[in-house]
């Protein structure tokens, strides 16, 4: 004999109700954890009021899904609404974990700093584009930008100049977002549908992994080139291609185009020699490697998206257009500099042409540069970014 369909009713309400009243007791949790003291002040206090204003709005829609499976009859839509309330919580809690593992990291001193230096360093390009961000660094498992708490977060453990640019293309995530926001339309969807393609998520996804590469390019100038060419891409899988990423030929094809760009801007063209070398690289990798250039056909198409894109960029945030180049090129002479003078854009660029110049240097040229980004952070007429310096929207 089967059970009571009010019998079996009953048990469901209960089966349910207990469910929801763990995932609340985990949002209670996770708030209770964000209080620690163990954490540095001024990161808390940064992401304080998103995480807490997140979880008590969370906690509400869940006190109203019990109340209502309390009183209902039919219980599988509340099921429905109970899974997708799980999976947000679920993606909230494992930002409130990355952002414990993180800060507590950074307040042990374990990152070896390196975070104050992104911080600082996107504080630059924060200042430039007026953003107004209000977040900070984190070390964590891979590079990475989530949109929900703005956190961004840098590779363990590269404590070292030579991966901070990739800082810049998380960055370029976040001006993505606010160039939406700031023109009220949907710029990616149109230069989608002017393809003859559906913009769907799958192709905005990968402009925007083309966007943040060009603002990185565009802000820092070569050092992003350099960090890409040399550091980032597997190049015997040059031509792979990722449900979130284009390939590495096309994203290396878009940055060395963004340079070129860049470089036609000056009559003199300060970045003729760094192209040309680090295409030699890129081209002798991928031969090395047995892997086919980048098609023209593609190539053509991306010189489109390119010129699209810039367009946006260039329209809404030519402030933070890196134009110091020769106060890097004085640098990578004989490092000497007043630190108030420079820029840590400029160090990193001065790290990198002094890299490609003395091979077999790296290790001391990263802690030569190192050196001299603290400085510039610690010079007394700086300006530093300090998380949460802006006060907080209303
Ligand atoms: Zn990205």
């Given amino acids: 004999m089967g059970v009571r369909p009010d019998a079996a009713n009953s048990d469901g309400r209960r089966a349910l109700l207990a469910q929801i009243e763990a995932l609340s007791e985990n949002l209670d949790r996770g708030r209770t954890a964000l209080e620690t003291s163990r954490i540095d002040g001024g990161l808390r206090a940064a992401v304080d009021s998103c995480f807490r ?4 709005s969370k906690s509400k829609e869940l006190e109203i899904l019990q109340s209502r499976t309390r009183g209902a009859t039919r219980l599988e839509a ?3 609404g109970f899974r997708q309330l799980q999976k947000e919580c679920g993606d909230l809690l494992r930002e409130v974990l990355a952002f414990l593992e993180g800060a507590l990291m950074r307040s042990a001193g374990l990152d070896a700093d390196i975070c104050r230096i992104a911080d600082a360093l996107l504080g ?13 660094t984190i070390m964590a498992d891979r590079d990475l930008f989530v949109g929900m708490s703005e956190i961004i977060r840098i590779s363990f453990p590269e404590f070292s100049v030579w991966n901070l640019p990739v800082a810049a293309h998380e960055f370029g995530h976040l ?3 606010e160039l939406h926001r700031n023109l009220g339309r949907d710029p990616f969807g149109e230069i989608l549908e002017s393809e003859g393609k559906k913009p769907e998520a799958h192709g905005r996804q990968i402009l925007n992994e083309f966007f943040a590469d060009l603002f990185a390019t565009y802000a820092l100038g070569p050092a992003f080139a350099c960090t890409a060419t040399l550091l980032r891409f597997d190049v015997g899988d040059a031509h792979r291609r990722s449900p979130t990423h284009p390939t590495a030929a096309e994203r290396m094809h878009l940055v060395f185009k963004t340079l070129e760009k860049l470089n036609q801007l000056h009559v003199a063209g300060p970045y003729s020699g760094i192209i040309e070398q680090l295409r ?5 990798s991928l031969d090395a490697a047995d892997q086919p250039p980048l098609e023209a056909e593609v190539a053509r198409q991306l010189d489109s998206r390119l010129n699209q894109l810039y367009e946006l960029l260039d329209n809404a945030y030519s402030e933070a257009r890196y134009a110091s180049f020769s106060r890097a090129w004085t640098l990578a002479e004989n490092w000497q500099a007043q630190p108030d003078e420079l820029t840590l854009r400029d160090v990193l660029n001065a790290a990198w042409l002094c890299r490609l110049r003395d091979r077999g240097e790296n ?3 990263g802690r030569k540069a190192l050196k001299t980004c603290f400085d510039v952070i610690d010079s007394p007429g700086r300006q530093s970014h300090r998380p949460g310096m802006y006060p907080l929207e209303v």
């Fill in 280 to 284: 030699q690289l890129w081209e002798g």
């Fill in 175 to 177: 001006v993505a977002e």
């Fill in 78 to 80: 509340y099921w429905g």
């Fill in 53 to 56: 204003n997140r979880i008590a």
């Fill in 124 to 136: 630059e390009l924060d200042a430039s584009t007026d953003i107004r961000w209000q977040r900070f």
């Fill in 363 to 365: 290790q001391t040229i």
